[in-house]
């Protein structure tokens, strides 16, 4: 590398200063600025991407001294009825399907809401701005073991306020489905609302305001101003925060394992409570991370049609 | 995070979004109408305290006796006000080293959120300012990754950090995640809109690469160098499930994962959570309260591409 640069510098005077940028340096200079991060990518994404495949193809046991070779049989069994972890890791599945599908509508819908509500000019603008998005900043386990205390049955102040609305009865938010399903999305709304209401207004802001003027001119209402100005401008965002919600719903974790603890009898164990508890808890590797790569490849697939979908809706 | 795109390099100095709305034209004259105006501050008040209410009752109830914590007629005002559950938490030899958690995560918080900028800023600068052979390659690979699911490490990882002798140790909560692809492709993205000029001066005066970098490169990238800190130490500092699982002992615990310990516990005692999670938001809160516009900023020009 060095010699031929040398060369070309000589013989084409419009190269020099490469040439001599390169000349000041060794070849090897840039692996070595590489060389720290390089470990620690190999070490922890690449090579575990890798090996994560072997272990999905192994009976793999942490506690046990062999991990013999078990070829595709721990995806075959995930297939097979009555196997040992088919039912219950596809009714993990259907837990997060179930979740994503409640929570994801509505934080594509209210944070929409509220950017729009918070686009106007108005004083204490950051203020409320930082309201909002304060949840988010506080992380799953202190907004999970405050919700699974507000939630209570009989102690929390939900049900407290709905008797005094009206609504009297020990809803039993933690403990039963629907109600458990209606806390954990009503509670990840209001943590994670902040998070897609500031991309929207990042968004909003960027759509000019000669559009709105000339729709005014036209004549157009709020709501013709809102379909033919705001939503087009909004696509790519709107992508954006659609695609973002749907990957942070398959990793529901936290919320479950701090609020409903799976119950009740498994049904809010979401995919990764189960993967996590099969591959962390009862050392069973190659069943949990067969499982991983499965949900992978749904999420992979699911990412590709809304991509697709939103490419044909664009171009028609 | 994923489409910082060109122009997400400039998130950190770009201007801000809110600019370009406050000197517009007031687009809604809907909105200037005095029964419009009563709306909006309604709805705006009514959500306020919606997202407010919780966290001032997680204030109050971590200051109430356990007693008082589990009325059935709600007081928003502690009576009488009692600081045992904080005294509990951070008391010597208690079985729940609050402040020991407390110590445990600002130390992996500050040193994963220093090892990510400093191995992330070298990598960024060979990518944005060097040429080499490979080049194209390291960088489509690196990004790659960034679209695989993070669960997908979960049990490699777990092999492999077991393997070191890191289980049970801070170590496993500061390193692996420093290995992620963002901080790279951030920090590239940052160092690739500044002018060439600075590095061909740098080398007329007889500059190293190594000097460029730590000379002009990073002081002029300070913003961005922060923005990614600060990700990096909010994002290590609120990490659940990873050291819900690679943590056992009481001492290596940090605060998320030694919450969810706190209410595991027999005898749930709805203060000292309370307290806990308390001192678990502080920290948080204050930096968004510091960094509040890199935080939202960066937040923001993340979801628009190009």
Redesign the interface.
Known sequence: MTSTTEATAVERPPARSTGRRRRRSGWATPYLFLAPYGVLFIGFILAPAIYGIWISLHDYNYLLPNQPWAGLNNYFDLFKSGSRDGADFWRSIRATAIFTVFSVPLLVVIPLAIAMLLNRKFPGRTFFRAVFFTPYVLGVAVVGVLFRFLLDPTIGMLNFYLEKLGFAGDYPWTTQVPWAWVGLVGMTVWWTLGFNAIIYLAGLQDISPELYEAAEVDGATAWDKFRNVTLPGLRPVLLFVLTLTLLASANMFGQSYLITKGAPENSTRTAIYYISQVGLQQYRQGVAAAMSYILALMLILISLLNFRLFREKEES | MT?LAPGGATAATGPD??E???T?????P??KTPLGQVL?WL??GV??L??????L??VS?SFKTPEA????E?SWIPQPWDVSAYQTLFSAGSANPVLRWFFNSMFSAAVNAILIV???A??A???AR????G?KL?FT??IT?I??????????????V?QLGWLDSLWAII???????FG?FFLRQFFSTLPKEL??AA?IDG???WKI?IKVILPLSRPALSTLAVLSF?TN?????WP??VLFSPETQT???G??K??NAATVN?PI??A??VV??VP??MI??IA?RQ??ES???????G
């Open positions: 489409s979004p809110q370009p709305a406050r517009a034209k007031p687009r809604k809907g909105a909006f709805m705006l959500l306020s919606i997202f407010l209410a919780p966290l009752w997680m109830t914590s589990t009325s059935l709600l400093a191995v992330d070298c990598a600068y060979a990518l060097m040429d080499f052979p080049k390291i690979t690196v990754t679209f695989l699911p993070s669960f997908v490490f979960l049990i490699p990882n777990f092999l492999i077991s390193v692996p995640s420093a290995g992620g692809a790279v590095e061909e080398i500059a190293n690469q970098f909010l500092w609120n990490d659940f499930l819900v699982y605060l998320p994962s919450l969810a706190l209410q709805y959570i309370m806990g999670a678990a938001s948080v809160i968004f309260i509040q935080v939202i937040v923001s020009r993340s979801g628009l591409k």
